[in-house]
Every structure is written in structure tokens, then in C-alpha cells.
């Protein structure tokens, strides 16, 4: 099992929204966008199909950016 966290964003609305979500998945059994799916509870084929069902558009998933502090 692998626990990561991706940030999806978009718009519900017209207001703009960014959210973190923790996913936890088995590599060998589904990919990142199976997960996201599976964490909205929804038998959306795609992450497109999953943002219109969710009625968010300009939406998309990505990885946060970690900063590391160099001194």
C-alpha cells in the first residue's frame, strides 16, 4: 500500500478551490486516477468523467510541491 497525497483544483461555480486529498492504494492493483476515483466513491471511468459527475470545471490533479529549506 502507498499513501500519497495529490491536490485537485478547479472550479464549482465559478469559484476556484483547491483540495487536498490523502489516497491510499495498491500500485499493482490500480493507478493514482483509479484512487482519486474510488476516493470520491464514483464509477467515473476517467477523472474527467468523475469532474463533470462532481460539476467542477478547469479541474485537474497534480502532485504538491514540497520546498526544501536550504541554509
Not at 497525497?5 to 492493483?29: A, C
Request: glycine residues 4%.
Amino acid at each position: 500500500m502507498v499513501k500519497e497525497t495529490v491536490i485537485i483544483e478547479g472550479s464549482v461555480r465559478g469559484m476556484k478551490f483547491s483540495k487536498p486529498v490523502l489516497l491510499q492504494y495498491n500500485p499493482s492493483e490500480e493507478n493514482i486516477e483509479e484512487a482519486i476515483i474510488k476516493f470520491f466513491n464514483s464509477h467515473a471511468q476517467s477523472f474527467e468523467e468523475l469532474a463533470v459527475q462532481r460539476g467542477w470545471t478547469n479541474s485537474y490533479w497534480t502532485f504538491p510541491q514540497y520546498y526544501e529549506l536550504v541554509i
